[in-house]
């Protein structure tokens, strides 16, 4: 177990680590009687301390905001019970379901194809709302129920801009390519003709030849 003790607003309850990446860690645990995750952005020790905590504080409050944004846009996404931006602490829901990565190669071809087209969707209207994820894997998406939720806002901005969802739908593909390879076509056509029923044709095909372009220009490994 590990216990929290935040110097800002709250003194978080005991909880257990279930992931520590490179900036944060993810502590599942409670707050008043919910499940729930604390997402704990640690202080660097390679940047000077005043630094540290101003850029900690930003991209927490960064965070919650692309959150609150998601869900204005249709998208579900934890919901959010406490900002401490003075611990670079937030507490949101546990989100109980399953991980995409962990449904794919588990249920039929129909299923996968309704699951995908659903993920195009909701993706686009991230896109069409002007937010870019910044971190689109099928990690990243759980199935909770007969609807999806977005997870990890951490890499989140505002942003219109082609390349930045050209990069999201990038990361994607490269996921499933790389990860799900007997499944790639069946569940890449799905998400793309989900995400072009709501962009519309016009805008799928400029993001498309963008993505194209991102390839050509060897900025990531080329994913058939």
């Not at 993920?119 to 991230?126: E, K, N, P, S, W």
């Not at 870019?132 to 939720?149: F, I, P």
């Not at 801009?161 to 056509?189: P, Y």
């Amino acid at each position: 177990m590990t216990r929290l003790k935040s110097p800002g607003e709250a003194d978080y309850a005991s909880g257990r680590l279930i992931y520590r990446g490179a900036e944060a860690d993810i502590i599942k645990g409670e707050w008043q009687g919910l499940d729930v995750v604390y997402k704990v952005r640690k202080p660097l020790e390679y940047r000077l301390p005043i630094l540290d905590g101003a850029i900690r504080q930003r991209r927490t409050l960064r965070e919650a905001e692309m959150i609150h944004q998601a869900k204005k846009a249709g998208v579900e996404a934890p919901c959010l019970y406490h900002v401490d931006p003075a611990s670079a602490t937030l507490v949101m829901e546990f989100v109980s379901g399953d991980r995409l990565r962990d449904l794919i190669g588990r249920i039929s071809t129909v299923e996968l194809a309704q699951v995908f087209f659903m993920f195009g969707r909701d993706v686009a209207r991230l896109h069409a709302s002007g937010i870019m994820h910044g971190d689109l894997t099928t990690a990243n998406v759980v199935r909770r129920g007969k609807s999806l939720v977005f997870i990890d806002f951490g890499l989140s901005m505002r942003s219109e801009r082609l390349e930045d969802h050209a990069v999201d739908i990038r990361l994607i593909k490269e996921t499933v390519v790389g990860a799900h390879s007997d499944f790639a076509l069946e569940a890449l056509e799905a998400f793309y003709k989900g995400y072009s029923t709501l962009v519309g044709e016009t805008r799928f095909r400029q993001v498309m030849r963008q993505l194209q372009n991102i390839e050509r220009r060897g900025r990531y490994a080329r994913v058939a």
